[in-house]
């Protein structure tokens, strides 16, 4: 690993300058524009070799020093679980349980409506036999 150097003072951008009324502020612009493009350009070029790091790290493939397994450590090691297959599979049961859910909630609306629509007629059924027995009440 790289090892960033630690820096001690603050950046330019934070600080204030006490300028004097005298005569000495372009000399006092034109050394803080030199040390803010300075600073500016540490910071890139930090940002740039930290990005080509990271881009080496990403395309560098991790492999297992197979000289020091044993036989059978390297046949378990080939029989095993690779990562395409294991991110394969969780697709896979990804695709499941989205499907499952979707059924799942279909089936729950679907039920909650036939279980709406049977209290609906079971009411028709009770307000027809109470209009009946009233019927049958005012004629007798």
Not at 14 to 28: I, L, W
Request: hydrophobic content about 35%.
């Amino acid at each position: 690993m790289e090892h960033i150097p630690s820096i001690r003072r603050r950046s330019s951008l934070f600080s204030t300058n006490q300028v004097s009324d005298s005569g000495s502020v372009s000399n006092e612009a034109i050394r803080y524009e030199k040390q803010l493009r300075q600073e500016i350009k540490e910071w890139t070029n930090l940002i740039r070799s930290k990005y080509v790091k990271l881009q080496q790290l990403r395309t560098a493939s991790c492999k297992v020093d197979q000289s020091i397994l044993t036989d059978e450590q390297r046949r378990y090691l080939a029989d095993g679980p690779t990562v395409e297959n294991f991110i394969a599979e969780t697709e896979t049961f990804d695709k499941a349980i989205t499907a499952y859910v979707t059924r799942k909630s279909f089936l729950m609306e679907r039920n909650a409506y036939i279980v709406q629509e049977a209290k609906a007629l079971v009411e028709l059924e009770l307000k027809d036999a109470i209009a009946d027995e009233l019927a049958d009440s005012i004629i007798a």
